[in-house]
């Protein structure tokens, strides 16, 4: 069909289950065939990768999903791209819908700004464009030399809300922090639905003290204006935990794009103290590290939502208050 045609090949850049089932998802909507190519680690732990047929002068498109090994999934694409790159492939557009590092796109303390070297990393190493969803700053594009393509998750997440959560016309969509009200707002309007934003101590990577602006100390002799001195040095208040927005009677929806350390079941058992009688989770990526799905099993949360590009563990496909979504329409379709 007209899809085959355009897609030259597909490659995987690693043999995991949750990339193995995308990319064959992927490759079946397209009526493509998957690339042939061995993507292994040595005794040693170094990455080998072998391109089993010719890709000269074609546009070749790698899969690649992160799990738990963030640092050796980059190294895979890393040294697929090169691999492609020297076998002369056209064009090497990476398929990543979970971009690494995104939330490390802003300095700290002497720290780098690790998003911006890993985005000129993969162009040196030979990706041409880049095919992500979701990024936690859309000012991140702005970091790449070659296209991005930056796929927004709402659309299904919003589907997903309307078709599969009961009376959800009587919902009122939560902001967990001050700085998520953005995105919890869009969705509320979307859906014409209320706004509940949680406010309580800010999270410990936004606090002014991370990003140096009290560095260097003052110098105890220097001459200061004392109204300066007095406001530079005044300690933050930490602000009462308050909820602004009626959830009483209500369904909250907890909107969220990187769940990691689920910091929303604290947040759900507020919510619920505040008389909200069910709390869903929609997130566009699911790290859950750890713990995590027993935490969730065990709170008052109903349902976490998520997208399946991230490796799901047999205990998190375990834990019954987890749902899934393809994402593989979005991506071939982008394709």
């Known amino acids: 069909n007209s899809a085959a045609r355009y897609v030259k090949r597909i490659f995987r850049a690693n043999s995991t289950a949750t990339c193995t089932e995308l990319a064959k998802r992927i490759t079946e909507r397209l009526g493509a065939e998957l690339g042939k190519s061995v993507v292994y680690q040595e ?9 089993k047929e010719s890709v000269r002068d074609q546009d070749i498109f790698i899969i690649q999903t992160i799990r738990r090994d963030v640092n050796t999934a980059m190294m895979e694409l890393l040294i697929m791209d090169y691999a492609l790159k020297t076998s002369c492939a056209r064009n090497i557009i990476g398929v990543i819908p979970y971009f690494p590092y995104s939330k490390q796109s802003k300095i700290r303390k002497r720290g780098s700004i690790v998003c911006k070297f890993l985005a000129s990393t993969l162009a040196k190493a030979g990706l041409t464009h880049i095919i992500t969803r979701a990024l936690h700053q859309k000012e991140i594009q702005g970091f790449f030399s070659f296209p991005v393509d930056n796929l927004r998750a709402s659309p299904f997440l919003l589907q997903y809300i309307q078709e599969e959560i009961p009376n959800y016309r ?33 999270q410990g990577t936004e606090l002014d003290i991370d990003d140096g602006r009290h560095s260097p100390s003052m110098v105890k002799n220097a001459t ?99 749902k899934m979504v393809d994402v593989s329409l979005m991506l071939s379709e982008t394709i």
Not at 177 to 201: N, T
């Open 43 to 51: 005794t040693n732990g170094k990455t080998r990768v072998e391109i």
């Open 224 to 322: 200061v204006h004392p109204c300066l001195k007095f406001s530079l040095m005044m300690a933050k208040e930490k602000p009462p935990i308050t909820i602004v927005g009626d959830v009483g009677g209500h369904i909250a929806i907890i909107v969220d794009d990187i769940i990691d350390d689920v910091e929303f079941v604290a947040a759900a058992e507020i919510l619920k103290v505040r008389g909200a009688y069910k709390t869903y989770v929609m997130a566009t990526h699911d790290i859950l590290s750890a713990n995590a799905p027993r935490l969730i099993e065990e709170s008052s949360v109903d349902e976490v939502m998520v997208m399946n590009a991230v490796l799901h563990e047999v205990q998190k496909l375990q834990c019954p208050e987890i």
């Open 170 to 202: 009587n919902a009122v969509t939560v902001a967990k922090f001050p700085d998520a009200a953005k995105r919890a707002q869009s969705y509320a309007e979307r859906l014409c639905l209320g706004l509940a934003v949680i406010h309580w101590e800010a």
